[in-house]
């Protein structure tokens, strides 16, 4: 257990993310890890499948033991202690894979995938045919919607949720059609390639716009920002990630992300050094890559980025103490040769689950030592 003044930590940390990371009178490097609920089972010697779907009762319990022991030793409950009854929730709605013909496909012990049966161009082109004539909002919601809507609003008083962000492009579409056969289709068809793209941004755009509209809100009100996981976008190189990619990007943030500040957010935990300069031009807030990448890799492409990383997942999940405070300090020193901030201390991908509390007072610790502004 390292010392640490934890109230002390805490405060610096509340003056560090102000300023999206940037805030130049903060004494530290912000962190941002703030662990999963994956990482219940591991912490607390339960059994269970960390991405399966418990009850909300044994979420609650779970949570609950969880951020008693996290106060003890990082000083600070973080998982959520609030759950929506069933009586409070909105029904499902589909998701975007489902629009263009998935199906999400739970694995035990191995998460969600998502996957479709098409496979060759003239099997895409009649996708896209029919996504293009598609009734989005009567496709997205079920029948029961507007029903219950009115009784949760009438009763609660509960919005429903707005659309923050989606399967980045890349990612989706080598789910419906295939990573080699999007690649190919690159070099066999380009103008269905393209089509393909361009069908994307529209879909999201409308998906984005029925959010806002089944909420309440108004083209003058209604919320700003977006944000992509778009891990295979790495599989491309820079020539095709401009053609598929970029103006989804660029088309989704000029609509929703119009401001200066708005959030414009991409996660690819993957190599991505070979389209940082493409993702440079849709001016990100916030960035997620791979731990191959280095802190000041990033931020010579991307100079008022914030940087959530670059702590690879594995050596925090490893709980190799030594190896987690060396990463952060590596990472400490780069972004303060830069003469920039904006750092905020992330694991380069998904926290995992075997990621400890002890691993996370390390990191604090690490910030403490090698952290400061």
Not at 111 to 132: F, H, I, M, N, Q
Not at 257 to 269: A, C, K, T
Request: aromatic share 10%; glycine share 8%; net charge negative.
């Amino acid at each position: 257990m390292y010392d640490i003044d934890l109230k002390k930590f805490w405060e610096n940390d509340n003056e560090a993310h102000k300023d999206n990371c940037f805030n130049p009178d903060a004494k530290q490097v912000a962190l941002g890890i703030r662990m999963s609920e994956e990482c219940i089972y591991a912490e607390l010697g339960e059994e269970g499948d960390p991405w399966g779907k418990n009850k909300r009762e044994k979420i609650l319990e779970l949570n609950k033991r969880y951020n008693d022991k996290s106060e003890k030793i990082v000083g600070k409950r973080l998982l959520r202690e609030t759950i929506l009854t069933k009586d409070e929730s909105y029904p499902e709605i589909k998701r975007i894979g489902e629009i263009f013909g998935g199906t999400y496909k739970y694995i035990p012990n191995g998460g969600e995938w998502l996957s479709s049966d098409v496979r060759t161009p003239k099997e895409l082109e009649k996708l896209l045919d029919r996504v293009d004539k598609l009734d989005l909002k009567d496709f997205i919601y079920p029948s029961n919607w507007e029903q219950e809507k009115k009784r949760i609003q009438d009763k609660y008083t509960i919005k429903p949720s707005v659309l923050g962000g989606v399967r980045g492009p890349v990612t989706l579409a080598m789910s419906i059609y295939g990573e080699e056969n999007l690649i190919f289709l690159y070099f066999d068809a380009k103008e269905l390639f393209e089509r393909f793209s361009h069908t994307i941004k529209n879909v999201i755009i409308k998906m984005k716009e029925i959010s806002h509209e089944e909420a309440g809100y108004t083209k003058n009100n209604a919320p700003h920002g977006f944000g992509f996981a778009d891990d295979n976008c790495s599989l491309l190189n820079g020539e095709m990630y401009e053609i598929f990619g970029y103006p989804v990007l660029r088309d989704v943030f000029n609509k929703f992300s119009p401001n200066e500040g708005d959030n414009r957010f991409q996660h690819s935990d993957s190599e991505m050094e070979h389209l940082l300069s493409i993702l440079s031009k849709v001016n990100l807030t916030g960035c997620n890559f791979g731990p191959t990448l280095k802190v000041d890799t990033i931020r010579k492409h991307m100079p008022n980025t914030r940087i959530d990383g670059q702590l690879a997942p594995f050596t925090f999940m490893n709980n190799n103490e030594e190896k987690i405070i060396a990463e952060i300090k590596r990472d400490c020193e780069l972004i303060k040769n830069t003469g920039t901030r904006g750092l905020n201390i992330s694991t380069a991908g998904s926290i995992n689950n075997g990621s400890l509390l002890t691993s996370l007072r390390a990191v604090m610790y690490a910030i403490e030592k090698y952290g400061q502004y």
